[in-house]
Structure formats: structure tokens, C-alpha cells
């Protein structure tokens, strides 16, 4: 039985140094389907008496009103016999305290650190376990008093924020409910028994315990409640009776104290033939065995969400990645590696594997001929210009049948404007190029993990764009300038010529300065122009493709690998520095799967011996 307790305090423990648990959370927990059982009572009612007793030791804060301000997870361990007696809190985990009162200091400390020296509540829990050889297995919530009125300095709101507070423990259906309620006040009005009704009407989560029965008027007794005949209860009222606050300020030890009660029902006629189930003892071992038994009845749930848990520790752990390996050459193949696996990731969008490559495409089909399209030759081609480059192409010598140099000039001036759209279409394949490389790093969980080298992988491939860009708007713009300095004859030769068209060669060369005449010199300009445009649709998207696309998908981190190879060991370890966060993470997943696995194993033990 204890070892089966002592595994469940286990697990515990690892939910709530890990944060595993919820009891700020709506979501289901490996901690909410743990049993675990919480104190409930209103203010003054014994719970903290109740807590000691089943303890033996004075640990608790005590005072008039509100005194326990946030929850305590109390878990004890029975350790061997003729060991030292001692406590740890979570906050503080590498400091053991031998002294309880400096636990009740403690805890008094840490409820002022959250809440400040007010009368303020906190549901932030403080966890603490106490190893004894003098206690049982168990874990115990004591939940702040229940009450029904606010005093000075406490908000209006704090009676409904005890019992919401109260309630986000004792609704989940593991919690299993000690409600305190004192003999000395009628059963009716407590609290504890009101607000256990309600979230466990049928009384299957709920054990009972009557305080201050010694504190009875005369004449009066609480036989009728431990017998279950004023209140019944599926499983059967304890009675204790705790120390007086005389025996308190007389520093009478529990020891002591444990005798006394035991001696006050075996000497107490009404309650003698109830001594055998009264008393801080048999309560304790009482709910050690009802958790015992609870948690038999949890394990199959348990198990399954264990499992579940591991699964998702396994799956998270491998997308954090592992560890880097401390020499200089394991550094250098990790980053290789995980170079690797983004320039893969950036190739697969490029080929269409992944999505982003069709935008490339996007630019020669659409973009480009689009922007050609919009190309506005008025200027160059209007009559005043025409007619200007002409007769200066002309010089003083007019020309004889066409004017060669004057159709050449025109051509040039008007082919010059389609640099622009070439160096446009070359800058939209950049800044494609660009976002895929953002996207193949937010799609490489290995450069997320460690922040220097996404940094600078991602500087590296940038740089590479950059130079590929510009040798790729060199070649572009060098196929516009090749239709400018070398027109295509074939073309020209094809034209009809003025005699075949009744023309007369001999005419006025006044008259050739017509507009009809420069009219048609611009026609088959515009003719030219557009042929050319035609061309350079399809060859600029080569070129480019050739440039920049090709050569980021064979050479994208080329230069960065050559640089890499000189690094020193002390700077291939910055590139490797991961994110602070990340490693505390991934320690902490690492502790939770041990222990997860560790408790996988015991439960499964335990459900083979059943």
C-alpha cells in the first residue's frame, strides 16, 4: 500500500516541479487525475489542529481569521525508522529544514512573498513534504478556511473567491473531500458540509471528521453525527479531539496529545463504543487506506494518460532536438546537418514540393509581359522625335533610299526602356527567393533551436541572393543591350520598298521629311520594338533562371560552407547557442519523461500484481 501512495506522491511531485498541474487550468491534467485529498472547512473550525495531529508536529501558521491565505499541497513520506525527521518546499528545493517552527515561518513567509502582509488570498499553491518515519503516505490540500464575511482589509469579493477556490479543487472527480466541521456548532451551518453536498451529493468522495467535541456544552453529545444518524455519509464519521490552545501555548507535544484524545474516548462513556474508529491515528491511517483504495480503482485511467503523457514528452523533446556534441568536428557536422535540412527544405520549394516555386513562374508569365505590355514608346516614337533623329542621323548628307542611321538611333532610344521591366522581373525572382529562404528556416526546427546560427544562415543565403541578383540583372540587361547593338536584318529586308509600291526614289527630299514618311519610319520601328519585345519575354526568364535560380538551388550556402571550415571551436560553439529558454525546456521535459517512464514501469508492476 505504501509503496503504491509513495509512487503516486511521486508522480505528484514531478507535476508540480515540472508545472504539470492544473489546478489553474481547465484542461485535464496528469495531476488532475491523480487522487489527492483536500481539507475543506470554514474559518476557525480545527482544520489546521486536524492537519498537526495527523502529522505530530506544530508546523502550521496559526491566528485569529483568515490564516491559511493559499493553498498548502501537504505530501507525506514515511521514511525508515530511526531516521531524521524533515521538510522541503518546492520553492526552496536544496534546503532541508529540521525545525517546524521554521517551517511555520516559512510558509508564513512565502503566502506574505504572493500576497504581501495583507489579508489578501492567493490560489498560487505552496507545496510542501515532510519526511518522517512517524507519518503515513499521503498528500493532503489544506484549502484556506471558508468564510462568510469579509473583515477589514480584505476585499467584498473574498467569500466568493474562497469558495471558487475551494470549488476548482474538490469538483474534480479524483479529489476526494475531508470536510471539518465542529461539534460545538450546529451541523446545519457548516460550511464544509454545505459545500461537499453540492459537488458530491451522493456522499462517494466525502469523508467527514467533527472537531472540538470536547467543546460541547454539557449535556450534549455528537453520538448521533458519528453514528451517521444526523448526517449519513458513505463511509463513517471520525471524531478528534485536537490540543486546546492552553496545550498549545504549553508547548505540549503531540505525542502527548495523541494519548490524551485517545484516552478521552475510551474514558467518555457516550463515545466508548466508538473509540475504536475515533482519534488523529485512525484517522490517518484511515485515509491512507481510502487513497490506497481510490487509487487502485484510478490506475487503468492513470496508466492511459501516463502513456499519453510520454507520447507527447517524446514527440516534444524531438522537435526541441538533442543536445550538440562538445568537440569542435561533431559541432561542425550538427551545422553542416542542419544546413543541410535547409537548403533541402529551400529546394523543395523551388520544385514544388512545398509551395512558394510558382510564384517564380508567376513573374514570367504574368509579370514580365505585363509590364512590356505597358511600355509607353510615345515619346520616342512621335513625329517631332522621328524627325528629329532622322535628319540629325542624317548629317549633311541626306540619305539616299532609307535612312539606316536614323532607324538605327530609333530602335536604340526606344529599346533602352525595356531595361526597366527587365531588371523589375529580376528583382521580383529576388525578393521570391528571399521569402523562401525566411520560409525554409521558420521550416527548419533545427535553426530554431539555435538562434546564432539561424542568424547567420540566414545572412549567408541572403548575401548569396544578392550577388546572384546582380550577376543576373547584368545578364538581362545585357540582352537588352545585344537587340540594341546588333538589329536583326531579316527583318528589314522583308519590308516592301517605296518603288515596289509606285513609289518615285527621286522624289524631293523635303518630301521625305513628310509625316506620311516619318509616319511609316515609326510603324516599322514599333514593328521592330515589338518583335524584340517578343524575343526577351522568353529569353529573360532563362537568363534569369540560369542566375538565380538555378544557381541558388546548386550553390545557396557555398561560400558560407567555406568560410564555416575556418571557424574556431570557441565561435563554431556561438553559432551553436541555443535560446536559454529552449534548454531549460528541454531539461525539464527530459526530468519529466525519467520520472514519467520511471512511473510507468511501477504502475504497470503494480497493475500486473493486482
Known amino acids: 500500500m505504501d509503496n503504491l501512495i509513495s509512487l503516486v506522491n511521486k508522480i505528484q511531485r514531478a507535476c508540480t516541479a515540472l508545472g504539470d498541474h492544473g ?119 489544506d484549502l484556506p478556511g471558508l468564510t462568510k464575511v469579509a473583515v477589514e482589509g480584505q476585499p467584498e469579493s473574498i467569500v466568493q473567491d474562497i469558495e471558487n477556490m475551494v470549488r476548482s479543487y474538490i469538483e474534480k472527480p479524483n479529489c476526494i473531500i475531508l470536510a471539518i466541521s465542529p461539534a460545538n456548532q450546529d451541523l446545519a451551518t457548516s460550511d464544509a458540509i454545505k459545500i461537499s453536498r453540492e459537488v458530491d451529493p451522493t456522499g462517494e468522495r466525502t469523508l467527514g471528521v467533527l472537531t472540538k467535541i470536547d467543546l460541547m456544552d454539557k449535556g450534549t453529545d455528537a453520538v448521533d453525527i458519528l453514528e451517521g444518524k444526523s448526517y449519513r455519509l458513505k463511509f463513517p464519521w471520525v471524531g478528534v479531539v485536537n490540543r486546546s490552545q492552553a496545550d498549545i501555548n504549553k508547548n505540549v507535544d503531540m505525542i502527548a496529545a495523541r494519548r490524551r484524545e485517545r484516552e478521552y474516548f475510551a474514558s467518555t462513556p457516550e463515545y466508548r463504543h466508538l473509540a475504536h474508529r475515533m482519534g488523529s491515528e485512525h484517522l490517518a491511517k484511515m485515509l491512507s487506506k481510502h487513497l490506497e483504495t481510490v487509487i487502485k480503482s484510478r490506475i487503468p485511467g492513470i496508466q492511459s494518460l501516463i502513456n499519453k503523457t510520454i507520447v507527447e514528452l517524446e514527440t516534444e523533446l524531438s522537435r526541441l532536438g538533442r543536445p550538440i556534441a562538445a568537440d569542435a568536428g561533431g559541432k561542425l557536422y550538427s551545422i553542416m546537418e542542419i544546413c543541410r535540412l535547409f537548403d533541402q527544405n529551400f529546394r523543395e520549394h523551388l520544385d514544388g514540393v512545398r509551395s512558394g516555386g510558382d510564384k517564380v513562374y508567376n513573374v514570367f508569365d504574368n509579370q514580365l509581359p505585363a509590364a512590356l505590355k505597358r511600355l509607353q514608346f510615345d515619346r520616342q516614337l512621335s513625329m517631332e522625335n522621328i524627325k528629329k533623329l532622322i535628319t540629325e542621323a542624317d548629317g549633311y548628307q541626306p540619305h539616299l533610299i532609307a535612312p539606316e542611321q536614323g532607324y538605327r538611333r530609333l530602335i536604340e532610344s526606344t529599346l533602352v526602356t525595356i531595361r526597366g521591366p527587365a531588371e523589375a522581373a529580376v528583382d521580383a525572382v529576388h525578393s521570391i527567393l528571399k521569402d523562401l529562404v525566411h520560409k525554409a528556416i521558420s521550416e527548419t526546427p533545427e535553426l530554431k533551436q539555435y538562434p546564432g546560427l539561424r542568424v547567420e544562415v540566414g545572412n549567408a543565403a541572403i548575401e548569396s541572393l544578392d550577388r546572384m541578383r546582380d550577376q543576373s540583372k547584368k545578364a538581362a540587361l545585357q540582352l537588352v543591350d545585344m537587340e540594341c547593338c546588333y538589329l536583326t536584318v531579316e527583318f528589314f529586308r522583308k519590308l516592301p520598298q517605296d518603288v515596289e509600291k509606285g513609289g518615285n526614289p527621286t522624289q524631293s527630299i523635303f518630301d521625305r521629311y513628310h509625316e506620311t514618311y516619318l509616319r511609316r519610319i515609326g510603324t516599322t520601328v514599333l514593328s521592330y520594338v515589338n518583335m524584340v519585345c517578343a524575343t526577351l519575354r522568353h529569353s529573360i526568364p532563362k537568363s534569369i533562371v540560369y542566375c538565380q535560380v538555378r544557381e541558388a538551388k546548386r550553390s545557396l550556402l557555398d561560400l558560407f560552407y567555406t568560410e564555416l571550415g575556418k571557424l574556431e571551436q570557441k565561435r563554431l560553439s556561438a553559432l551553436l547557442n541555443e535560446d536559454p529558454a529552449v534548454m531549460e525546456r528541454r531539461s525539464a521535459l527530459a526530468k519529466r519523461l525519467e520520472l514519467y517512464r520511471s512511473a510507468q514501469a511501477e504502475i504497470d508492476t503494480v497493475a500486473w500484481s493486482k
Do not use: M
Open 23 to 141: 489546478e489553474a487550468s481547465a484542461l485535464p491534467t496528469l495531476w488532475d487525475s491523480l487522487p489527492a485529498i483536500a481539507v475543506v472547512g470554514g474559518q476557525s473550525s480545527g482544520k489546521s489542529s486536524v492537519l498537526e495531529s495527523v502529522v505530530g508536529k506544530d508546523f502550521l501558521p496559526r491566528g485569529s481569521g483568515i490564516v491559511t491565505r493559499r493553498p498548502l499541497v501537504l505530501q507525506l513520506h514515511k521514511s525508515d525508522e530511526g531516521t531524521r525527521e524533515y521538510a522541503e518546499f518546492l520553492h526552496l528545493p536544496r534546503k532541508r529544514f529540521t525545525d517546524f517552527a521554521a517551517v511555520r515561518k516559512e510558509i508564513q513567509d512565502e503566502t506574505d512573498r504572493e500576497t504581501g502582509r495583507t489579508k489578501q488570498i492567493s490560489s498560487v499553491p505552496i507545496h510542501l513534504s515532510i519526511f518522517s518515519p512517524n507519518v503515513v503516505n499521503l498528500t493532503l490540500v
